[in-house]
Structures are given as structure tokens and as C-alpha cells.
Nanobody
Framework: VQLVESGGGLVQPGGSLRLSCAAS????????MGWARQVPGKGLEWVSN???????AYADSVKGRFTISRDNAKKKVYLQMNSLKPEDTAVYYC?????RGQGTQVTVSS
């Protein structure tokens, strides 16, 4: 199983980023995929899940600003992040159950 995230970077408050995750090694279309984030010194925080039927679920802290989506043909999951805030700064991980990728850094700062 491999999860590879991309798309992180530095963005100003109010800006947008789109994270991507390429998955391999399992039947992607059958499973829930997710995103989580972590700030140094703090625990892993769940951000969003997307179910096999395309339904999304979101943490209250990102609801209305983030949108999760998936492309089963490409075995990819995405996280569109809008109206970013400094408190969104973290390493973002793509997740499949307890498995996660190497992470991609998102920094929101002016």
C-alpha cells in the first residue's frame, strides 16, 4: 500500500490550495479515504473522509471551506481548501484506515 500526497505550499490567509493523493496497492474504489493533519507537538486531527459512494464528511473546523473528492479511475483523492486560515497550517496526510502517506506541508501566512 502506498499513499503519496502533493500540492502543499505557502499561501496567504484567504487563499486556496488543492491537495492530491495518489493511492496504490489496494482496491481503491471500495474504501473510505480521508485526510488528516498534524501540527508539531500535537496529535493527529481528522479533517475529512470520502466514502465509496462519494459522500463526504468534514470536521467542524473545515466545514464549508474544504471539499473532498475522489477519482476512482485514477485512484486519487483530493482536498480543495478555500478560505484558508493561519490555524490550518499543518502537515496534511492522506489516510486509508490507519495507513497514511508521508504528508505535505501547508503553511498559511502573510
Amino acid at each position: 500500500v502506498q499513499l503519496v500526497e502533493s500540492g502543499g505550499g505557502l499561501v496567504q490567509p484567504g487563499g486556496s490550495l488543492r491537495l492530491s493523493c495518489a493511492a496504490s496497492g489496494f482496491i481503491f474504489s471500495s474504501y473510505v479515504m480521508g485526510w488528516a493533519r498534524q501540527v508539531p507537538g500535537k496529535g493527529l486531527e481528522w479533517v475529512s473522509n470520502i466514502y465509496s459512494d462519494g459522500r463526504g464528511a468534514y470536521a467542524d473546523s473545515v466545514k464549508g471551506r474544504f471539499t473532498i473528492s475522489r477519482d476512482n479511475a485514477k485512484k486519487k483523492v483530493y482536498l480543495q481548501m478555500n478560505s484558508l486560515k493561519p490555524e490550518d497550517t499543518a502537515v496534511y496526510y492522506c489516510t486509508w484506515g490507519s495507513v497514511r502517506g508521508q504528508g505535505t506541508q501547508v503553511t498559511v501566512s502573510s
